[in-house]
Structures are given as structure tokens and as C-alpha cells.
């Protein structure tokens, strides 16, 4: 599986967009790109996925760049509620990678 | 729909003990993975069971080893627990492979 790159931590202020980045250059053409977020010391909480077409749902939207090696989550108005860690993770068959994750904050 | 249940929610051991931990998925799930997550190492992958086999295993002892029912619910047992195994250990669930997974609470393994 590809691997994923992604900023430690961003802030974002409330009522704001949040737009969280992922570098997965070596994906391959069957890999798709899932988002998950963690609040704290919770279970994951799956976000969205996509594989080259963007996506919305009634979370966030999620941007794919043409060539596929990179990708954004948007969560267009954040929230307080909306600090977590968020995971970018792309998969073919097999497991999910999670790598170390975007701590989002969003600040009054 | 209810979600992913795990059972327990805390567990406290001691070192050389054997943990058993279960995961009830989401009715009509079939898929159900593991995973350890500690401060230090982060989610790390343990296995994947479809259909009461194992169809993916992650880079860990032989002491973690799970299984799944016909009825899809999962368990896992650690054995010889070190305190190195410490950690939360979550379960997912998903339709089938390839689908997304949606995670319950977790189990809060403590070893002493």
C-alpha cells in the first residue's frame, strides 16, 4: 500500500474552512484514499473516501488532484466539536496504514 | 443500527496472563479487523477476518492471535501479555473488504 505524508497539526478558526492536506505520491491506480478522524482516546470516525473523482457527504468534501498524488478534506464551516486527529489513509486490498495525522484544533 | 460494541472497556492484567477481548460488529457486517494503538507507535494494523477467516495480518508475535464467529462477532486473545501490550485495542467492522470500516470504542488493556 502507499504510504501517506500529511502536517502534524494545523489550526483553523471556528466557522472557517478547514482544509487538510495528504501527499500519497506513490498511490497506485487501485488504491482509493480514505479519511478517518480520532477525538480523543476515541474510536476512529470514518469521513469520507474517493478515488479519483471528488466526493462530498454531509461531512466534508474531499479534492483529488488529477494525477492522484495528492488529495484535500475540507469540513466547510469547523467546528469546536471538529478537533481531532484527522487520518489520511489509502488502501487496495489488503490493511489500512494509519500514519500519524493531521491534530486539528479549531479555535474560537 | 447499533454500532460496534467491544467488551470490555477496561482491562487491567498482569504480566503472563492471557487477555480474551470481543467485538460484536454492525449487523450485517461481515468483515471485522483489530487494531493496537499506543502513544508511541500509533494504530498499527493486527489482522482482518471475512467470513471466519483470517484474510490479512499485520506485522505482529504469535502471542495475538483472534478469531470470528459464524455470526461475524470476533474475538482476540493475547497470551503471555507483556507490558509492552498495553495499549487500546480497537475493532472494526465493515460490509466486506475494501468497504469502509467504522470503529467502536475500544478496549483499554492495562498490563502490570
Known amino acids: 500500500d502507499a504510504k501517506t505524508t500529511q502536517p502534524p497539526s494545523m489550526d483553523c478558526a471556528e466557522g472557517r474552512a478547514a482544509n487538510l492536506p495528504c501527499n500519497h505520491s506513490t498511490i497506485s491506480g487501485n488504491e482509493y484514499v480514505y479519511w478517518y478522524r480520532q477525538i480523543h482516546s476515541q474510536g476512529p470516525q470514518y469521513i469520507i473516501h474517493g478515488l479519483k473523482n471528488n466526493e462530498t457527504n454531509e461531512m466534508a468534501s474531499l479534492i483529488i488532484t488529477e494525477d492522484r498524488k495528492s488529495s484535500t478534506l475540507i469540513l466547510p464551516h469547523a467546528t469546536l466539536r471538529d478537533t481531532a486527529v484527522y487520518y489520511c489513509i489509502v488502501r487496495a486490498y489488503n490493511q489500512f496504514y494509519f500514519g500519524t495525522g493531521t491534530s486539528l484544533t479549531v479555535i474560537p | 443500527k447499533a454500532g460496534v460494541t467491544q467488551t470490555p472497556r477496561y482491562l487491567i492484567k498482569t504480566r503472563g496472563q492471557q487477555v480474551t477481548l470481543s467485538c460484536s460488529p454492525i449487523s450485517g457486517h461481515r468483515s471485522v479487523s483489530w487494531y493496537q494503538q499506543t502513544p508511541g507507535q500509533g494504530l498499527q494494523f493486527l489482522f482482518e477476518?471475512?467470513?471466519?477467516?483470517?484474510?490479512n495480518k499485520g506485522n505482529f508475535p504469535g502471542r495475538f492471535s483472534g478469531r470470528q464467529f459464524s455470526n461475524s462477532r470476533s474475538e482476540m486473545n493475547v497470551s503471555t501479555l507483556e507490558l509492552g501490550d498495553s495499549a487500546l485495542y480497537l475493532c472494526?467492522?465493515?460490509?466486506?473488504?475494501?468497504?469502509?470500516?467504522?470503529f467502536g470504542p475500544g478496549t483499554r488493556l492495562t498490563v502490570t
Open positions: 477476518y471475512f467470513s471466519e477467516t483470517q484474510r
Open positions: 472494526a467492522s465493515s460490509l466486506a473488504l475494501e468497504y469502509e470500516q467504522y
